[in-house]
């Protein structure tokens, strides 16, 4: 039997190769401009306050709940003589169950490297 060629679907495919080209497009542009933040050097939950959080800066050192120290790639004193260098702002992220008196020798340790100014980074209740 003979069918009229006519009856035949003639739409013409619609290409999807443009379809994928936005698609990874997107995909690069979203990579290409996510800010992937680097994990604390030291593990700590930081302690809450009344009122606004601080606004963190660029350099923050790290004291952990038994009294570590980080800063950027640096553990121990030579953290603290690398957030000296750094000649910024020091962000102090503390974990919320380090007694006082510890965070009263960092900051004493502070000062003998030549720190002079600290902040200390909260979450807001």
């Known amino acids: 039997m003979k069918f009229p060629l006519e009856s035949r679907d003639t739409r013409p ?42 606004k963190t800066g660029r350099a923050a050192l790290f004291v952990g709940a038994d009294g570590g120290l980080a800063f950027q790639e640096a553990t121990g004193r030579a953290a603290l003589i690398a957030a000296a260098r750094s000649g910024v702002a020091l962000d102090l992220r503390v974990d919320a169950t380090l007694p006082a008196t510890e965070l009263a020798r960092v900051l004493a340790a502070l000062r003998e490297v030549g720190v002079t100014e600290t902040r200390l980074v909260t979450v807001a209740q």
């Open 13 to 54: 495919r619609e290409a999807i190769v443009p379809m994928i080209n936005v698609a990874f497009l997107l995909l690069i542009f979203f990579l290409m401009t996510a800010v992937i933040a680097t994990p604390p050097p030291v593990d700590l939950r930081l302690p809450s306050a009344v009122g606004p959080g601080a």
